[in-house]
């Protein structure tokens, strides 16, 4: 084995063209054994495709790869796994139709006698899970029916099921909810106390300064700056190398102007082990925000106003009409918009161009936007991607060869085309560097200003009650606490949502 803090990863002047594009323009990095090695870059910067040269999906142009002193060069993801590289991609790479533990020893199922030893899969599986803190997880269940969080364990668990010396994390805290994140944390400690190197890609600094140990910075797909200290280096410092300027990392003024009319009203909305008796309402020109766990019921609640499915009592009204249960269609017609979770998925046709998924006006693809003429298209596409400083900006790419937090502006952004008088935004920002973030902020409040009315789930706190006007904290499938955000701090929210904290004084309304 490695020596601790012996250099195992070396990458020298590493280049990587996609036509029209030059996503590495010549990387330099140096990971050391037992370290946690951050890799921070705006979005667009280069950072999956470099992980990607290394796990062997893509093969570098020039420059050159060392692991463990010798030149590296995988064929195929298999080889880079063989060598001892695992990579938890940012959108996650499971088969939807294998069961957990197929999709844990995918590609190098234990055999006997050329049959794959299900029960020792099975085993190993639970195992693993168990040490990944979710033991809960049946190894037998299908991954289709498993939520963000949960398959993102099993991707985690499948990075466990080979030996690696080195396992690479591609925003892996995006989908976890904040215990799940120190969760996380617990086990990347485990993994380099044995001396495993670890890459770590996030978009949230406190999570650098907590487990990262170096940063190199990627702008553009150069390195401009290399193994600097993870908690000391100052944010000014870690940012401007990322962006050539500073950004203040801010929300926008609350606005004070009388909020409208009432535009949602949902009462008693109910479905059996997601949520219980939730009743809201949403105003126009108001932002109101849902705060709670992954897995409190949060994503499914919006789901269920948003009619993709369905609920099994309670009512969804929009401007006093109630709503037809179970119809998107119906949502969509009486001016609900949404913006999903998962967005690769759910979200967007992948292979299209960006702009055609701009004015694509709902998930389910059987609308577009009213337009007739392609190049009026184009031109409110182009709009848009102006607002959202998309990139590259030229939108007749197809939208699968943006990178991630780009590909979650045009989520966001196809609903500033108007036309939409309450949208649905389930963790809006996830994945979108700091700066952008900033402007997808501007954004939201703009279409409050605009009377629009909001309706936001995050993960992040701080999100919450930045950008709400008004709170509600959701745990175990429960509304129990309603409140202005000025009159809540994110202790009382974290505890809110911790289950078991505040148990006792339940507040219910
Ligand atoms: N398959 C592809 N074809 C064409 N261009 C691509 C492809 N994959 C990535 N790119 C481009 O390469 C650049 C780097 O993208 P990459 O996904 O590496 O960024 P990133 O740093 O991971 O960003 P994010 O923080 O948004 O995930 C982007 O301009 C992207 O559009
Ligand atoms: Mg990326």
Same mark, same amino acid.
């Given at each position: ?17 996609? *036509? ?6 010549? =990387? ?31 093969? *570098? ?58 029960? %020792? ?7 693993? &899970?168990?040490? &990944? ?13 498993? !939520? ?13 099921? %080979? ?70 280096? *100052?944010?000014?410092? &870690? ?43 949403? %105003? ?132 500033? &085309? ?9 963790? !809006?920002?996830?994945?979108?560097? =700091? ?75």
């Amino acid at each position: 084995m490695t020596e601790m803090g012996e250099v195992v990863l070396e990458l020298t002047d590493v280049v990587k063209t996609f *036509p029209g594009v030059r996503a590495l323009d010549g =990387v330099q990095l140096e990971v050391r054994a037992g370290e946690v090695h951050c890799l921070l870059g705006q979005n667009g910067a280069g950072k999956s495709t470099l992980i990607k040269v290394l796990s062997g999906a893509h093969r *570098p142009d020039e420059g050159r790869i060392q692991w463990l002193g010798e030149d590296f060069a995988p064929a195929n993801p298999q080889a880079a796994m063989k060598a001892g590289i695992a990579t938890i991609y940012q959108e996650l790479d499971l088969v939807d139709d294998l069961s957990v533990a197929e999709n844990a020893f995918l590609g190098h199922e234990p055999r006997r006698f050329g049959f794959i030893r299900r029960g %020792h899969m099975a085993r190993r599986t639970r195992e693993i &899970l168990g040490g &990944l803190g979710h033991g809960e997880i049946p190894p037998r269940r299908l991954v289709r029916s498993l !939520p963000a969080a949960g398959k993102q364990v099993v991707s985690m668990a499948r990075a466990l099921s %080979h030996d690696a010396r080195l396992i690479i994390m591609d925003e892996p805290s995006a989908v976890l909810a904040h215990d799940e994140v120190g969760n996380l944390f617990r086990i990347i400690r485990e993994l380099t106390g044995k001396g495993i190197a670890v890459i770590y890609i996030s978009h949230r600094l406190e999570e650098i300064r907590e487990i990262g140990d170096r940063v190199t910075v990627l702008k553009d797909g150069r390195t401009t700056a290399a193994n600097l200290p993870a908690r000391t280096t *100052p944010t000014r410092d &870690l940012v401007s190398r990322m962006t050539g300027r500073t950004i203040e990392y801010v929300f926008p003024e609350p606005s004070t102007k009388d909020r409208g009319e009432q535009l949602l009203r949902v009462e008693g909305l109910t479905r059996a082990n997601e949520f219980a008796d939730v009743s809201l309402t949403v %105003h126009s020109g108001e932002i109101v925000g849902i705060a709670g766990l992954v897995g409190s019921g949060r994503s499914e609640l919006l789901e269920t106003i948003f009619g993709a499915r369905q609920a099994e009592s309670g009512t969804v009204r929009m401007g006093g009409r109630a709503l037809r249960p179970g119809s998107v269609r119906a949502a969509v017609r009486a001016g609900l918009g949404m913006a999903p979770e998962e967005r690769k998925s759910q979200a967007l046709l992948l292979g299209e161009p960006i702009y055609r998924n701009i004015t694509l006006a709902t998930f389910t693809g059987y609308a577009r936007g009213g337009f007739t003429n392609a190049g009026r298209e184009v031109a409110e596409a182009n709009r848009i991607a102006d607002t959202l400083d998309l990139r590259p900006r030229d939108v007749r790419r197809p939208v699968r060869t943006l990178s991630g937090g780009n590909q979650q502006k045009v989520v966001v952004g196809r609903w500033l &085309l108007g036309g939409t008088k309450l949208l649905l935004l389930d963790e !809006p920002t996830r994945g979108v560097d =700091v700066g952008a973030r900033a402007e997808l902020y501007q954004v939201i409040h703009d279409l409050a200003a605009r009377g629009v009315g909001v309706l936001l789930v995050s993960s992040e706190v701080p999100e919450v009650l930045g950008l709400a006007d008004r709170v509600l904290v959701m745990r175990e499938g429960r509304v129990v606490r309603e409140a202005p955000a000025g009159e809540l701090d994110e202790d009382t929210v974290l505890d809110l949502v911790m289950a078991g904290s505040l148990q006792a004084e339940e507040v219910t309304l």
